[in-house]
């Protein structure tokens, strides 16, 4: 036995002890026991244990209890003992058999305050006392240090047998400097007649030769009249306590280390990592399909009824390596049988327990061959199943199974697995809870993306988007293509501050606010001046500005496309400049006056820029984070954006692939959007302009002339729906404007007829009574068009309807559309 060299251990808590004999009478007590429930050793020494153990009164005999105390070789566990002034303790109770020479036996009782304050509860209850939890020795001696008693577990400690020990000395039994070290501390404790615990940290040797960490404490054993009678020395095999505090540490590191990340299946992995091989030889985490997806309603635990839940693999963790043990991998399906304890858990609610696994014919195990089959390849023979519950919902199923390690699992350990989910619940709830918010935010932006870019004559069109990564969340990047009169198309990209659920509205809003002025067809910078305006005013409505939905600080380019001339109209609001590639892969960024973000108040202008494009000319609309990197500048990004762009002839979504791909492969801090289109041009055949005189022969001229270019165009089907409409349009010119009148064919997708007139004022449709004279005009261009409406013009205004070919169909005929 070595002696002197410390483990690192907690201190062996004050514990009292007390010495039985066969009929239960107190034959040897101790100071600590004094201490613990008030009687001094003359009060109890000859009395029967009744006066402080209330439990020995169940039996009907104090020998009977004895009995059945030998029976089961001692008795441990939670108990009450009876304090001298009538108080009730909770105790941590053990009581060993210990045996003398000739076959004689006593009870060493030993008792641990477990009395803690509620807020350590559960962890005094995992922790308890070392003597109630490690396999102890225990030696008595006498006056002389001869051994006069002790238990089996003894010989496990230092391999020294029970008649090498009984009525010897330490060092007629151990030899060298070390046992005369343990008998001069004896007889310290003798001479000095306390009853104090003493401990002793050392390391015994077994019978195999290795060395196992003990704790080892000499106390006085008092008689009646309060001399020594002896010592006892307990000495505690810490292997299980150490495996235990580590234990005990993983619990406190789980929150913390699971706490670092907001991904539901990397919890789940995390959380079967932590548990091996601590807690078990092989551990998966199974959670409901709701929680990996964010959708759908959570499982109230408890509540689940023939139908089980769908249960997909988030964790797996073994001390084999490869993970043999099981069945399916992450992300599958698990299914379960109506009787394996998986079904039970998650019908009650409840963890089970199964110490030593039944695989006999009709168990469970049997009626599931494929898992009947890993249970005796890999030799498992013990498993904890226990519920991962949130408040009240049931998010999955962790399971603890043992092969390796030969003990069984324990209450104890099925206490230690549950508090060990518990803390680990807090962060797994977080993290479903941010996947579903995520998950809604993603499906709200979605839904707000155009599904197909709507470029019509005007532009190709394609789009890419990358969504942040789950950390941080969808974010309130959007595009679009909106269709104009006069076959232009207006190009949009934005970017909303923030991520989640918040920014994806705010997205929404913001798109809403766009579609609608863009029906009001003004000029980039008067669009975005009034949707600042927008913003700011939402804004100052919103009582909490941090959680409110206004996109204050997003960023906005809008541009106007218009085939007919192949010139494109922009403005920007804090919003990076597009990037132009001619026919030729020449790449340019134009000079675009940035403007201030939405919703700043800056009261600085916009500022439009007009360009003309060559057909075929590619413009690329994106978002700030396809250009800005934590590594690298905004020019390095558009340098690499322009390179990647500089193939024209590419299909767009090649191009679109191509300029992503560095994107995808970089850590994201926000949304990626990229919007290509490249232009069309109308030829000179498709459009027509004539000048009208202001007078009343100009709707019959008009007719005709339009009459004539239908019948070019073979669309001569069109042509009387057309004559009336021109007929009403140009009749409002002339009476409520005085300069030229201008008449537009427009042959495209549809057949767009514009009327201009130097009137700023929008026309709009009135309700004409029976007796009126006017008013049914423009109802009538309403219902002989497929929309109409104005736009304003430099100096002029145009009035303009859409009527579909002739070979498309649908209604002609829509609710009006009015512009100003």
Known sequence: MTFGRQIQTSDISDTAFALLDEQGTVVAWTQAAEHLVGYCAGEVVGRSAVLVLPRFGAAPTMAAYVEQCRARNGWSGVSAVRHRDGRRLDV????????????????????????VPSGDAVNALVQGSILDRAPIGVVMRDLQLRCTWMNDAMESHDGIFRDQRLGCRVTDAWSGVEAETIEAVMRQVLQSGSTKVHEYRTWLPTRLGEERPCAVSISCLQGADGRALGVCMISADLTESRLERERLAILGAAG????????????????AELAV??????????????????EGSPIRAGTVGERLPVLRRAGLASIVQGIPESLWLHGEPVPMGPASPYAEVLRTGRSCLESLLDAAPGSWIDQDPARAQKIHEHGMHSVMVAPIRARRALLGVAVFVRTENPMPFHEEDMLLAEEFLRRATVSLDNARQYRREQTAALALQRCLLPRRLRGGAAVEAASHYLPADIDRGVGGDWFDVIPLSGARVALVVGDVVGHGINA??????????????SGLELAPDELLAHVDEAVQREAEGDDDPEQGTAPVGATLL???????????????AGHPPPAIVDPHGQVTFPDLPTGAPLGIGLGVLFEAMELELPEGTLLALY???????????????????????????????????RAMEPVQDQEACDDASLLLVRTRALAPAQVTT???????????????????????WDMEALEDSTKSIISELVTNAVRHSTGPIDLRLIHHQVLTIEVSDTDPRSPRTRSARTMDENGRGLALVAQLSHRWGSRPAPGRKVVWAEANLPDQSGPQSSMPRVGR
Do not use: K
């Open 504 to 517: 994806a509205a705010a997205m929404g809003r913001l798109r809403a606010g766009v579609h609608a002025l």
């Open 256 to 271: 913390t280390r699971l706490g670092r990340t907001l991904d539901v299946t990397q919890i789940g992995q995390e959380l």
């Open 277 to 294: 091989p601590l807690f078990a030889d092989f551990v998966t985490v199974d959670l409901e399909q709701s929680v990996l997806f964010g």
């Open 92 to 115: 941590g109770l053990r009581i060993s058999l210990v045996r003398g020479q000739g076959g004689a036996v006593r009870w060493l009782v030993s008792a641990t305050d477990i009395g």
């Open 623 to 657: 978002t700030d984070d396809m250009i800005e990197t934590r590594d690298q500048d905004i020019e390095h990004g558009m340098h690499r954006l322009g390179t990647d762009l500089a193939q024209p002839d590419l299909p767009l979504e090649e191009l679109c692939t």
């Open 558 to 572: 809008y541009a106007v496309y218009d085939p007919v001339t192949r010139r494109c109209t922009m403005a920007a």
């Open 690 to 712: 004539w000048a009208l005189p202001h007078d009343e022969t100009a709707a019959r001229r008009a007719r005709n002339l339009a009459a004539g270019q239908l019948a070019e």
